[in-house]
């Protein structure tokens, strides 16, 4: 079995909804995915229920670009291995997508600009029926570090607002409260009510505070999804000394941003979500900013 292109990319988490105000935010986490584009099926099984890596090959050849030289469409097939939870709100669709484009070019010798594979993981995505808006941010971000505040009714190659390197890894951990698959996909409707929050969100992006927008970020959102298991699980973390916390994406998983040094409010606020809600599970990480960015290559 020949590998004929790898990409990378990683996982993130919402700063700013896009849904309810047609503007994105996602900040880069340390969850790194590989693909590779190999001549024949994978031993392992590829776990893409969405199709998502199908309607990629569509995107690219509608697009007019090329497959490996001697190869037919029949003739590719993927490997993925991930360390990205699926379907919790942690931008696993919009990652696969990148590191998929980027196995495409190399295994065919191409060379796109990173709007446009954007543009292409956005096509992707919408016609999986995995995003409501395209997913523009997320893809932004599973493809460098830090974090974007996105403009997604703009044109992809304009629509970068603000830009930051990110927070420094070294400096907080990041836990990932995962609880189970999301039960269904909410509609733009549903934000509407409740767009003071990610208004709030947008202006703590404007004035360089994520964390501040990752928390009005969280509260918009599991009121828009009537999530009452995630508003309080989010308020339980502050009540356990977390410096922010929000549903991320669509959910359903919580983000919760500790300082590193604090060591016993990291194992307490385990202890606390492993002690009372027995279904979940836990993972902890950290951000991915752009002075680890040599750690991605």
């Known amino acids: 079995m020949a ?30 995915i ?5 001549d024949r099926p994978s031993k392992r099984e590829v776990d893409d229920s969405d199709g998502v890596l199908n309607h990629l090959l569509d995107a690219w050849l509608a697009a007019g670009l090329p497959l490996p030289q001697g190869f037919e469409r029949d003739d590719l097939h993927w490997g993925v291995n991930s360390k990205i939870p699926k379907k919790q709100g942690l931008k696993s669709s919009a990652a696969v997508c ?45 493809m460098t570090p830090g974090w974007k505040l996105i403009d997604v009714q703009a044109p992809i190659e304009e629509g970068v607002l603000l830009e930051d390197d990110g927070l420094d890894p070294d400096e907080w951990v990041v836990l990932l409260v995962l609880r189970g698959e999301r039960k269904e996909q909410p509609v733009i409707e549903d934000f509407a009510p409740h767009v003071h929050a990610f208004q709030q969100a947008l202006k703590a992006l404007q004035e360089g505070k994520p964390l501040v927008a990752m928390t009005w970020n969280g509260r918009g959102t599991v009121a828009a999804l009537r999530d009452i298991e995630g508003r309080k699980m989010a308020n339980d973390s ?17 983000v919760i941003v500790i300082p590193g040094t604090q060591s016993p409010t990291i194992s307490r606020v385990k202890s606390w979500y492993s002690t009372r809600y027995k279904e979940v599970n836990i993972i902890e990480t950290t951000f991915l900013s752009s002075e680890n960015e040599d750690e991605l290559e």
């Not at 590998?3 to 996982?11: D, F, P, W």
């Not at 502050?238 to 919580?254: K, Q």
Request: glycine fraction near 12%; charge should be negative; include cysteine.
């Open 98 to 142: 990148i590191a998929g484009l980027r196995a495409l070019c190399q295994a065919s010798g191409e060379s796109l600009e990173p709007s446009a594979m954007v543009r292409l993981a956005a096509e992707t995505q919408l016609a999986a029926g995995v995003s409501l808006t395209g997913s523009i941010d997320d893809a932004w971000a599973c």
């Open 238 to 254: 502050f009540m356990n000394s977390a410096r922010a916390s929000g549903v991320s994406g669509s959910g359903p998983a919580l």
């Open 3 to 32: 590998v004929l292109g790898k990409g990378t990319a990683h996982g993130a988490c919402s700063l700013l909804h896009a849904a309810p105000l047609g503007y994105g935010s996602a900040m880069a986490l340390d969850l790194p």
């Open 34 to 38: 590989t693909v590779r584009l190999l």
